[in-house]
């Protein structure tokens, strides 16, 4: 077992990272998660393990730290919030385009603009959809606990290398902020020089020895046939990741008649709405995506055989209903969507949840059943 | 005496540069980029420097570069080579690492990243092509375009009051503590040639002696930027770049020192 201690989510993040062997942070400061940096500044770690710490000059600068650190095949991390975010947006692009493994923190704030500090989940669409330009996809990890702040640095790692694409865990303010029992990650040893060329020197640019073509770092392709070629390469890439790496955490939802969808802080609430419901006599279960990208469409497709209906419980306007609505749609089911949520900086409350859906699917609750087009 | 009597190992005054690799350069003729690059190459080679090196190409012209030196490359976004530099330098410190960058590229939209990198002092060489222009985009107006002068986006000539001042950035990157050696120099004659290379290796030195940053601008023709003849570019340039951009060293010390020139 190891260490016990009860820590914010931000703190975790980067007791995390030391504890991995992570080899490299580069941030700027932004509420809700300055913590890191300063937690990582605190601790020293470039004297414990080697890893290096590094206030950049901005979010701009910072993703291209990370760009440039990631391509030399090492452990690399950044931490922002969403406005950060967005002023990163080109630089994941070129790290998505130029398939570096790195992991990224979002501790969602209230948008749009500069909007509030309070927890938000209003960039799924930026983490999942894309947010720079191009096709191309993060694997998004999306904790509802401090313990998974913890977990999910090691494994964002571990499937950011597995795949050669950045990984993000898209926490939120709320995880970020709140103080949780955790139990720590034993110390990994950051990867020796020789363990990165043994792993990465396939494409990493370790420096040349004259045993090998030189390693090239870029997304940049002259002939548009080459370029269509790298995009179905990364297609393919996406798509293993659909088969292989989805997480997902199922809860009463076998006999459940009405399913609630949320990630994160959301997922929470609806932790305790499932059971105020149940209290009343409603079959509700809750489904928590873990994996935002690749997305469980799998487990709500069968869901959606014998479902009532879904409700997609968001901090933000409604983005992940769209996703629970293809899948359902791909499943030729005709249980029905709904989305509630609030915006701005406010966490719902289960009593909300509950209502909302009593409200959104009184006619299947008067009836009992699936009501037919 | 026959041809192959002359062909011999010891007879030999002059080769390809062994790193430059045998791609056929996509440069205008005439351009100062391809002669930048042979200097890097050489030098890269001569100091014994090729499993160390990690250069970071720019967005511009020089956005191939990966594609002419036989070391490891990472293509960087428009103007952040700086900050991509520094995150390799910063978990490699043995590595010997450079940016290469258009005046564009490092004195408009990267204009802080490379403040902030020579602030720091980041033990990065950053070779800084000044050709006055965006040559890749078809000639526009860059920060380094001189007052009057004509390009795509200037049809009138640069005019200040709309457009500004020409910026002598390196004039700014010399004031930083963190820099150690910061020069200006050309490549349009072969005496510049002679003079820059022994600038670069000056520099590349101080970067392995970990003094600092070493900043190294070399004032450059575009000729198809320019609508001029290489000839004719080399000419302008020494007649309207280099008295606005005088060449020399401008800052010679290390890191955390203000002893300027
Ligand atoms: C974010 C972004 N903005 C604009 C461009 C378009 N662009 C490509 S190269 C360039 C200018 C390059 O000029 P310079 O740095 O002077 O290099 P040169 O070609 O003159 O060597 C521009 C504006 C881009 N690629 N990315
Ligand atoms: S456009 Fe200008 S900078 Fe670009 S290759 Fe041609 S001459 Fe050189
Ligand atoms: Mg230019």
Known sequence: ?373 | MDIQDIIKPENLVYQKTKLLTDTPMHYCPGCSHGVVHKILAELIDEMGLQDKSIGVAPVGCAVFAYNYIDIDWQEAAHGRAPAVATGISRVNPDAFVFTYQGDGDLASIGAAEIMHACNRGENILVIFINNGIYGMTGGQMAPTTLEGMVTATTPNGRNVELNGYPMRITNLIAQLPGTSYVTRQSVHTAGGVRKCKKAVKKAIQNVLDKKGTSFVEVVSTCNSGWKLSPVASNKWMEENMIPYYPLGDMKDSVKGEHSEN
């Open chain 1, 1 to 373: 077992m190891g260490e016990i201690k009860l820590m914010k989510g931000n703190e975790v993040l980067a007791e995390a990272a030391i504890r991995c062997g992570c080899d490299g942070y580069f941030g700027y400061p932004i509420t809700p998660q300055s913590e890191v940096m300063e937690t990582l500044m605190a601790r020293e770690p470039w004297k414990e393990t080697g890893m290096v710490v590094l206030q950049a000059e901005s979010e701009v600068a910072s993703i291209n730290m990370v760009y440039g650190a990631a391509a030399t095949g090492k452990k690399i991390m950044t931490s922002s919030s969403s406005p950060g975010i967005s002023l990163m947006a080109e630089g994941i692009s070129y790290l998505a385009g130029a398939e570096l493994p790195c992991l990224l923190v979002n501790v969602q704030r209230g948008g749009p603009g500069l909007g509030t500090i309070q927890p938000s989940q209003a960039d799924y669409f930026q983490a999942v959809k894309g947010g720079g330009h191009g096709d191309y996809k993060l694997i998004v990890l999306a904790p509802s606990s401090v313990q998974e702040m913890n977990d999910f640095v090691d494994l964002g790692f571990e499937l950011a290398f597995k795949y050669r694409n950045p990984a993000m865990i898209l926490a939120d303010g709320a995880i970020g902020q709140m103080m949780e029992k955790v139990e720590l990650a034993d110390y990994k040893p950051r990867w020796t020089k020789e363990e990165v060329v043994e792993k990465n020197g396939g494409w990493a640019t370790t420096g040349k020895p004259s045993s090998r073509k030189k390693n090239v770092i870029t997304s940049l392709e002259m002939a548009s046939n080459d370029m269509e070629v790298r995009n179905i390469n990364l297609q393919a890439k996406y798509r293993k990741m659909e088969e292989e790496d989805v997480r997902y955490e199922a809860i009463q939802c076998d006999d459940a008649e009405f399913i609630l969808v949320a990630f994160g802080t959301a997922a929470r609430v609806c932790q305790k709405a499932v059971e105020v419901a149940r209290a009343k006599g409603l079959k509700v279960g809750l489904l928590r995506p873990i994996t935002l990208f690749p997305f469980p469409k799998t487990i709500i497709k069968e869901l959606a055989r014998k479902a009532v209906g879904f409700l997609s419980v968001e901090m933000s306007a409604g983005q992940m209903v769209e996703d629970i609505k293809l899948a359902v749609y791909d499943a030729g089911s005709n249980a029905r969507v709904n989305y509630f949520g609030r915006m701005g900086g406010i966490i719902p409350t289960p009593t909300e949840v509950v209502e909302a859906l009593e409200d959104k699917f009184s006619w299947e609750l008067s009836y009992g059943v699936k009501r037919s087009y």
